[in-house]
């Protein structure tokens, strides 16, 4: 039995199967669904978890090498929400672009962790390293 750390067995099958230079979207509660990859839904209520949680969780566990962020974040949300966004990817390279843009990576991801988050535009896709 686990005592520490991500207890959800699905997130964990889905964290042992990226490899080098797969990625993960973590997504908030809103974002378009695609059948062709693994989710796993987090979601409980409004704001439970939150995409900067999940990222929080995994971050011992999952090497990141590069995020990627919709240019939409940075519009939409107050300086707060973005220097805590900041602090949770501390170290690793971002690159923004549209939203646009962003969902067109999707396809390729090994897998989707949704979340309850209601923060605009909250979506990050990790590649790991």
Known sequence: MLKTGILNPQILSL???VRHT???VIADRGFPSWPQIETVDLS????VPTVLQVVAAIRSNFVIAQAFLA????RE???ARRRALGRALAGVPLS????????LRVPTA???IRTGD???YANLILVSG
Do not use: M
Request: charged residues 20%.
């Open 71 to 74: 240019q939409e974040f940075n």
């Open 118 to 120: 209601s923060i605009p």
């Open 44 to 47: 409980l209520v409004d704001d």
């Open 15 to 17: 964290l042992a199967r």
């Open 77 to 79: 949300n107050p300086p």
């Open 22 to 24: 797969n990625s993960l």
């Open 110 to 112: 090994i897998g989707l």
């Open 96 to 103: 923004v672009e549209p939203h646009t843009a962003l969902k």
